[in-house]
């Protein structure tokens, strides 16, 4: 899956506030973090702001804070906010009679894996997120695959 920066950068801040929720975070601190302009990154924190899922003070000692509930907000909630996410019936070719068997057959494999993405999206929230860094710091480098106890039951 290939995200827009804008959304991968929305997810890391969000992950940031969220990892220290008393913690005023200046925009400034993650753009540094992750390589990001600034000033690409405050559009994206204002659209977190106006989304009610951080709150933002201006001045000296000002950034972001945290104001979800981790317990909730899911990978998916805040993916949807940049990236058009489709129901995999609509991703599909609705004219079936312009649809060749082959095109029918791609389109039903990816539309499966569509929803089995966005399931999984959805059921992992801040707070998973936050269980794995955790035990990504513990054990070392980084595994590229989640393990199957990293992610909620369903």
Avoid: W
Wanted: hydrophobic fraction near 45%; charged fraction near 20%; aromatic fraction near 4%.
């Amino acid at each position: 899956m290939k995200l827009q920066k804008n959304t991968e950068l929305a997810l890391c801040s969000v992950l940031e506030f969220a990892g220290a929720p008393q913690r005023q975070i200046s925009a400034g601190e993650i753009a540094a973090k992750y390589g990001a302009s600034p000033h690409h990154l405050a559009k994206v924190l204002a659209q977190l702001a106006r989304s009610g899922i951080v709150t933002s003070a201006r001045g000296a000692g000002g950034g972001y804070r945290f104001a979800a509930n981790a317990k909730r907000l899911t990978l998916l909630d805040i993916i949807q906010m940049f990236e058009k996410v489709t129901h995999p019936a609509v991703a599909q070719n609705t004219d079936r009679a312009a649809c060749t068997p082959v095109e029918s057959a791609l389109g039903a494999v990816f539309a499966e894996i569509d929803a089995n993405a966005k399931a999984t999206l959805s059921s992992i929230t801040q707070t998973t997120m936050l269980r794995l860094i955790d035990r990504r710091k513990e054990d070392g480098p980084p595994i590229l695959a989640l393990e199957h106890s990293d992610l909620p039951e369903r």
